[in-house]
């Protein structure tokens, strides 16, 4: 022990672990930051630039980084377990700084100011989630004192990740011999029972091959307008660690994308599955990239900093393309209550689905010009703790850009054997920050669904609406868009629009034909142009002084079939066709299109 408070001293200074737990909450935290910023240097910090020297210094100061956090997290242990063994005040006094911390936690889910782009609440309609969340923490607290502690070390990782600090070669040799002394300790202090901590680096290791075949055909209905036509094969490999075993347990995530050209020539590039062309109509014949992202686990607190694969209503990778969409950054996961997740993370660059390098970021809708975003910091909170109801709350800050907040919920009732009806909600609050890059954002978007499903049948009623003189935006080749008439070709989601939709489904496996599925639903949406904002910075574009009266409509068919069993299964393939059609007045911001999609999937379990 003396061994490890010699090295907490060192690497991390004097600090009592539960002291900077507090002061984290407190002052210095992603979640809490008021300051705006939100822990900018965070971005600069896992910018791995294209120099070698330089790229080599970020995997340095990383796994820097990462050796002080573990140092934190087993002197904190060792305090743990010498307060249980002598059963002194100091354990009275180490709960009690425990739960100030939870108290600033439960602070930190109530408090709905404006200018915390990560804890204001989306207007007033998820205040009594929020109430529900904080008296949900208040009454556990007694119950999970331990869990509610490695939470407060894991939120000592971001500021950890964030404050900038100097790597030095001497600093970093010493640290990485000490590392080997740490590692014998840990497995001391991991719980015999938990069957999480003991699987291993190798044996929880996975590799995974999905090979994905896909053709698009982007049919602009408009005789001065070239067509897109592209067709591509596409290869996703992605492999993910155990972890180490002990307590305190470290792993690596790893991909590596590969995108063949098949056809795409003589002027019909452009569809979005492969790169722009440098000019001359023709796609590059192959484009590809690789990442990979360090992860430490400690109880249910999973961190990783690196490369990544991300999906929440805030910030979602497409994965709507031949390949997907990745970022750079870090991300916190905790699941210690049970029927919970919370995460929370930052990001600096994406990887677009049909490039090969990464980029700052930017978004779908706002014309940015030559700028973009340094980082976009989330935070959120999924609950399942009811089989039939899911309900989401998150919050978002893109640098310079948004704050943006998402509630959802939805709601699976059993009305009889094999009916089921299903209502649920969406909605997004976005607000202008910062610098306001795009200009004045006041918009308040949702959707209302309400289906009806009788054995392999499904109807679905949809209606939307977008509240504001901006459209509602996300991060560009994102999926972050769950709103229930978001289509193949249309979002609906333009300035002050109103849209419904009309869906039906069918499961072919109550006629004997398991693994058949199909689709057709009637979209509409109107929107009054000339009331979007002419002076806006990044969204003039919407202004129409004709365009009072515009809509659009869109129609989608899809059919998808997957294979059940023999040496093909799980290959599946897909059919998909979208129209979209709009009147005089909707011309201004987009075409009359037909699209059509050919895909063929072949996910393959290396092991």
């Not at 569809?271 to 360090?294: E, H, M, Q, R, W």
């Not at 610098?435 to 679905?460: C, P, W």
């Not at 991060?475 to 419904?500: A, H, T």
């Not at 202004?543 to 409509?553: I, T």
Request: proline share 3%; hydrophobic share 35%; glycine share 12%.
């Amino acid at each position: 022990m003396a061994l490890l408070a010699g090295i907490h001293r060192h690497l991390t200074g004097t600090a009592d672990p539960g002291d900077i737990a507090v002061d984290v909450f407190a002052n210095h935290t992603l979640l809490l930051d008021r300051g705006g910023d939100l822990n900018a240097h965070l971005g600069d910090f896992l910018h791995l630039q294209a120099d070698p020297v330089q790229r080599t210094t970020g995997h340095l100061r990383l796994v820097n980084a990462v050796l002080r956090i573990l140092t934190a997290l087993l002197h904190h242990l060792h305090r743990r377990l010498r307060a249980f063994l002598q059963g002194t005040d100091h354990g009275l006094d180490f709960t009690g700084r425990l739960l100030r911390t939870l108290g600033q936690a439960t602070h930190f889910i109530g408090h709905n100011g404006k200018a915390t782009a990560l804890v204001a609440r989306p207007c007033r309609l998820d205040g009594s989630v929020e109430r529900q969340q904080v008296g949900l923490l208040g009454n556990t607290a007694d119950h999970l004192q331990h869990r509610g502690n490695i939470a407060a070390v894991a939120l000592q990782v971001m500021h950890h990740l964030g404050g900038p600090f100097q790597l030095r070669c001497q600093v970093l040799h010493r640290a990485a011999a000490l590392h080997h002394q740490l590692a014998a300790t840990i497995p001391t202090f991991a719980h015999a029972d938990d069957d999480a901590t003991q699987d291993g680096f190798v044996e929880g290791s996975s590799l995974k091959i999905h090979a994905r075949n896909y053709y698009m055909n982007h049919d602009i209905r408009s005789p001065h307008a070239d067509d897109s036509k592209e067709w591509g094969q596409g290869f996703i490999g992605k492999f993910e660690s155990g972890f180490t075993q002990g307590t305190v347990g470290f792993g690596l995530d790893a991909y590596g994308l590969l995108g063949l050209k098949l056809d795409g020539g003589g002027g019909t590039d452009g569809s979005s599955i492969l790169p722009v062309s440098d000019g001359n109509g023709k796609a590059p014949t192959a484009f590809s990239s690789a990442g990979a992202a360090l992860k430490m686990r400690a109880f249910d607190t999973v961190l990783k900093a690196g490369d990544m694969f991300l999906t929440n209503p805030v910030i979602a990778g497409g994965e709507t393309r031949m390949l997907p969409q990745t970022f750079r950054g870090v991300s916190l996961t905790n699941t210690s209550f049970e029927g919970w997740m919370f995460e929370g993370g930052q990001v600096s660059f994406d990887k677009p689905y049909n490039q090969s390098g990464m980029r700052r970021l930017t978004t779908t809708y706002g014309d940015l010009g030559d700028q973009s975003s340094k980082h976009i910091t989330w935070a959120g909170a999924s609950w399942s703790g009811v089989p039939e109801i899911t309900s989401n709350l998150y919050a978002a800050q893109l640098q310079d850009i948004w704050n943006q907040y998402y509630y959802d919920f939805d709601y699976t009732h059993t009305l009889s054997e094999g009916v089921t009806l299903n209502p649920g909600l969406h909605f997004y609050h976005t607000q202008d920050t910062g610098k306001a890059l795009l200009g004045d954002i006041d918009n308040n978007t949702f959707s209302l669904h309400l289906a009806l499903g009788i054995d392999g049948h499904k109807v679905t009623a949809v209606y939307q609406r977008v509240n504001g003189n901006t459209p509602f935006d996300y991060i560009y080749q994102g999926d972050s868009v769950y709103l229930d008439n978001s289509q193949q070709y249309s979002d609906f989601n333009g300035p002050n629009e109103r849209s419904w939709k009309l869906q039906y489904e069918y499961d072919f496996a109550g006629l004997g034909i398991a693994g058949l599925t199909a689709s057709a639903s009637y979209s509409r949406g109107e929107l009054d142009l000339t009331k979007a904002d002419p002076n806006s910075i990044g969204y003039s574009n919407w202004y129409n002084p004709e365009g009072k009266n515009a809509h659009h409509w869109e129609r989608d068919l899809g059919l998808k079939y997957v294979i059940q069993e023999g040496k093909a299964k799980d290959l599946a393939v897909t059919l998909r066709w979208a129209t979209n059609r709009g009147n005089t007045a909707y011309q201004s911001v987009d075409n009359d299109v037909d699209e059509y999609r050919v895909i063929v999937d072949y996910p393959i379990d290396v092991f």
